[in-house]
């Protein structure tokens, strides 16, 4: 039995994965799993993790589909042996002892049932870790009549803390989870595809009556502020899984006033350029599901 389980997903990105399980080795003293998913990458990307094979504690795994962020962890997930599982995104590199100081937040608490650490870029600047759910108070209002009506304290993310907070959503890219919590709120939902998954994990944690939190001491690098252009496709699925988010998890009229804020937003940016006019029209599409980039998915041969 190991301590901790470390599912990771690679897709066409394995010097990443490789580099992220060097600095797993370098600053974890816990006994752990590595369990890398290959989501669907090329023949010759996937052939670059065969080195990691006969490592012990490391188990490979390839699926012949693109399942998503949400199914390929799941997939992972099947395969872990431990009470703990932390999800961590393999574009990251541990600054400090990420792993152990989590697992010790969660074992002296046992009313933690999500924990994730503080986030840097490449060059060492702190990035936003936590975030508030989606609220019709915050998106119609702002965050200070959203805070101002909220039941219980709302912390600032643009603020640095010394001690773990409760927060209402983490990061992705970085998910301690008892496994026990995991498990008893029916783990990822692997109806999204990309996208909005944090915000479903930690409202379901939340609601089941555990805590979310964030660690400020434990360090971590999230690789992803690498400049991208835009990308239509990409910007359809977080729509798409944004109006999933919503319809999961609100009545009728919250629903379809957070529905009609995205429309707003994007009417505004319509006359932009022609990608915001694009995703303007296909917000008035019915069913956004059939466009989602799980249906352009296909299996490869090896």
């Known amino acids: ?36 998913v290959d989501n669907n ?9 065969e080195v990691i094979k006969n490592i012990d504690n490391i188990k490979l795994i390839r699926s012949r589909l693109n399942l998503g962020f ?51 870029d490449e060059n060492a600047n702190k990035t936003t870790t936590f975030r508030y759910f989606p609220s019709v108070a915050e998106k119609f209002f702002g965050k200070g009549f959203a805070n101002f009506i909220a039941t219980k304290k709302r912390y600032n993310n643009k603020k640095e803390y010394e001690n773990i907070i409760d927060v209402e959503v983490v990061s992705g890219a970085s998910m301690f ?27 379901r944690v939340s609601d089941s009556g555990l805590k979310v939190c964030f660690e400020p001491n434990a360090h971590l690098i999230h690789l992803c502020g690498k400049s991208t ?5 990409v910007e359809r699925e977080f729509i798409i899984s ?31 350029n022609e990608t915001n006019k694009k995703l303007f029209d296909f917000i008035l599409e019915k069913d956004k599901q059939k466009y989602s980039l799980r249906n352009e998915q296909k299996m490869s041969d090896e």
Do not use: W
């Open 177 to 203: 989870f008892q496994r026990e919590c995991f498990e008893n709120i029916g783990g990822f939902d692997t109806d999204f595809f990309l996208y909005c998954e944090e915000e479903d994990l930690s409202k």
């Open 229 to 233: 252009g835009r990308n239509f496709k």
């Open 41 to 49: 990458s090329s023949l010759e990307e996937y052939k670059k993790l």
């Open 70 to 120: 949400a199914g390929g962890n799941m997939l992972g997930f099947k395969e872990a042996k431990s009470d703990y599982i932390f999800f961590l995104n393999n574009d990251t590199l541990l600054i400090n002892g990420v792993i152990d100081i989590l697992y010790k937040d969660c074992k002296d608490d046992d009313s933690i049932g999500l924990i994730s650490p503080q986030l840097f």
């Open 1 to 36: 039995m190991y301590d901790v389980s470390i599912i990771t997903v690679n897709y066409n990105s394995s010097n990443d994965t490789l580099n992220m399980i060097e600095s797993v080795k370098s600053k974890t003293t816990l006994n752990y799993e590595i369990i890398v």
């Open 242 to 272: 944004y109006f999933r988010l919503v319809d999961k998890h609100f009545g009728f009229i919250k629903k379809n006033l957070l529905k009609l804020h995205i429309f707003l937003k994007y009417l505004f940016k319509a006359n932009k």
